[in-house]
């Protein structure tokens, strides 16, 4: 049962009434009528409630940092504005470990009494704390939500919140840039959690297959945690995208710690796959390491796409909150050198504000469990992240997403985009798409790439003198006029027909060379296609 702990806020002295004045007794009296005929009784003026919070956060990383700070600073603003009702947190690290997060979990409802908990950056964490939660019937906001909602996720979690969109909609957006620059073929880069982490892999494919790409190769990066020689693990592994069997240049980055990260793109950049026609691509978690990497980071990372959350920072709230949150940074974690709050710092910070609301509407009389988490389903407002509407434990309105491109020592926008419409050059969309555009399934603005590139990159390897592309040509048909192998005097293979002279046309208009050779095939069609399919050469 949810309780909220009360302490005295002033109590009265002992008096013998038979040695009182009477003019004492008679005030005596009379304060003690007004304080009985007062709205909710004299309770709420001479008592302060104290309402517990639990937090489990990677205390030691950058976002754990981000989060604490923003938590504090939002339980000040209400504890200063509250005369008969405090806020206390409580702090538990999670060693991003989903076993100590759901042990951090017990610890705070049983020895601390807390009525709320929050945190959980990993979608394998909060489904252990919200476990924990449904035990022990305290209502659990995360900030993480699975990649694929499991089924009757509401009756197995009934006191789950998630404060976090699913990642869906970050890889449509990424499947969205794929299709707008007509790549073909990708490989996906991810460190391999401890935990898992295969829903994001199966929604890129599914999303992929609906733009007509696919997934040609799987880069898996071992553990950070795990390997004595980050640089040469990293190594190991990007050595196989020089194999002839993967032709693809279009690198997206589902998920990597931050070590990880610097390790790989410094690596990629030595071995020559980052700029020089390469693409990469990365997800709102590894983008948001941009914002705190030096610029040697930076210079290896140039010319990659990154998918970031978007929030208007232009608001009187959010430069308050940006005030108070660089003075209390700075004064804790002066060694972190870059002092500006993330989109996970806002989501911390209106995750209180949930609470805060939720405890407004609560009525004295009903203080159970049930009745907080009902208020917390019930709460809508605008916070520092954006629109908080919850229902059936989840938010019901759209992210809006950005794209960035790292440029020079940092990165700038490039467009926005929102799953019911697409591409917008415009952070707000009226109903029914976005005012300013005319075509929704392509980037607005002009991208400039690593080199000065004049032309979007082609994704994939360009063929070279001594690695040819090659082209099967039926051997044997019944339509010379369109294709037509035959033998000079000298035994050399030509290839003549209006289907030869179209694909030499359009190669002579190319802005690139490509080397090219022509295999005569004297099998069926059917068997042809499929060689072709399957990179077979004959």
């Given at each position: 049962?949810?309780?909220?702990?009360?302490?005295?806020?002033?109590?009265?002295?002992?008096?013998?009434?038979?040695?009182?004045?009477?003019?004492?007794?008679?005030?005596?009296?009379?304060?003690?009528?007004?304080?009985?005929?007062?709205?909710?009784?004299?309770?709420?003026?001479?008592?302060?409630?104290?309402?517990?919070?639990?937090?489990?956060?990677?205390?030691?990383?950058?976002?754990?940092?981000?989060?604490?700070?923003?938590?504090?600073?939002?339980?000040?603003?209400?504890?200063?504005?509250?005369?008969?009702?405090?806020?206390?947190?409580?702090?538990?690290?999670?060693?991003?470990?989903?076993?100590?997060?759901?042990?951090?979990?017990?610890?705070?409802?049983?020895?601390?009494?807390?009525?709320?908990?929050?945190?959980?950056?990993?979608?394998e964490e909060a489904a252990l704390v919200a476990d924990i939660g449904s035990q022990f019937k305290v209502p659990v906001i995360s900030f993480s939500a699975p990649a694929i909602t499991p089924p009757l996720a509401s009756s197995r979690w009934p006191f789950l919140i998630r404060m976090a969109h699913s990642d869906s909609n970050q890889i449509k957006c990424i499947a969205a840039v794929i299709q707008s620059y007509n790549w073909r073929r990708v490989v996906?880069?991810?460190?391999?959690?401890?935990?898992?982490?295969?829903?994001?892999?199966?929604?890129?494919?599914?999303?992929l297959q609906d733009v007509g790409s696919e997934i040609e190769y799987n880069l898996v990066l071992p553990p950070f945690s795990f390997v004595s020689d980050p640089k040469d693990a990293v190594q190991e592994e990007l050595t196989k995208l020089l194999s002839e069997k993967i032709q693809s240049r279009v690198f997206i980055v589902l998920q990597s710690s931050l070590p990880m990260m610097i390790h790989l793109f410094r690596e990629a950049k030595k071995m020559g796959l980052v700029g020089n026609d390469m693409v990469w691509i990365l997800t709102d978690r590894v983008t948001s390491f941009l914002d705190i990497v030096n610029t040697s980071v930076i210079h290896s990372m140039e010319g990659a796409l990154g998918i970031k959350n978007y929030y208007y920072d232009n608001t009187s709230s959010y430069q308050t909150f940006l005030t108070q949150f660089r003075q209390k940074?700075?004064?804790?974690?002066?060694?972190?050198?870059?002092?500006?709050?993330?989109?996970?710092?806002?989501?911390?910070?209106?995750?209180?504000?949930?609470?805060?609301?939720?405890?407004?509407?609560?009525?004295?009389?009903?203080?159970?469990?049930?009745?907080?988490?009902?208020?917390?389903?019930?709460?809508?407002?605008?916070?520092?992240?954006?629109?908080?509407n919850v229902k059936a434990g989840k938010l019901l309105h759209s992210p809006m997403l950005r794209i960035v491109i790292v440029v020079g020592r940092g990165y700038r926008e490039l467009d926005f985009w929102i799953p019911e419409f697409g591409f917008s050059n415009q952070p707000v969309v009226a109903k029914g798409g976005?005012?300013?555009?005319?075509?929704?399934?392509?980037?607005?603005?002009?991208?400039?790439?690593?080199?000065?590139?004049?032309?979007?990159?082609?994704?994939?390897?360009?063929?070279?003198?001594?690695?040819?592309?090659?082209?099967?040509?039926?051997?044997?048909?019944?339509?010379e006029k369109f294709v037509k192998v035959s033998t000079n005097d000298a035994g050399k293979e030509e290839y003549n027909g209006f289907c030869i002279e179209l694909f030499r046309k359009v190669r002579e208009v190319l802005g690139y060379d490509l080397p090219y050779q022509f295999v005569p095939y004297n099998g069926t069609y059917d068997d042809l296609v499929h060689h072709v399919y399957n990179k077979v050469r004959t």
């Open positions: 049962m949810m309780c909220f702990k009360e302490t005295a806020l002033m109590t009265f002295p002992i008096f013998t009434f038979n040695k009182l004045p009477k003019l004492w007794l008679l005030l005596l009296v009379a304060a003690s009528f007004l304080v009985t005929t007062l709205p909710h009784g004299g309770k709420d003026i001479y008592d302060s409630k104290v309402t517990n919070i639990g937090a489990i956060i990677d205390i030691n990383s950058r976002t754990g940092k981000e989060e604490k700070t923003a938590m504090e600073i939002a339980v000040r603003k209400f504890n200063n504005g509250s005369p008969n009702h405090k806020l206390s947190l409580y702090f538990q690290d999670s060693r991003s470990s989903p076993l100590q997060a759901a042990l951090a979990a017990k610890k705070l409802i049983e020895e601390d009494e807390v009525e709320v908990i929050i945190g959980m950056e990993r979608w996906t880069v991810y460190e391999d959690y401890a935990y898992g982490g295969d829903g994001m892999l199966a929604l890129l494919s599914k999303a940074f700075i004064s804790e974690y002066p060694e972190e050198g870059y002092y500006e709050p993330g989109f996970y710092a806002l989501r911390a910070h209106d995750s209180i504000a949930i609470i805060t609301q939720a405890m407004d509407r609560l009525s004295s009389n009903t203080s159970s469990p049930k009745s907080f988490l009902d208020n917390i389903f019930t709460t809508s407002f605008v916070g520092l992240s954006g629109e908080i976005a005012e300013n555009s005319t075509d929704a399934t392509r980037l607005k603005r002009p991208v400039i790439w690593p080199g000065d590139l004049q032309r979007n990159p082609k994704g994939w390897l360009m063929p070279t003198d001594t690695k040819r592309m090659i082209i099967g040509v039926p051997g044997r048909t019944s339509f």
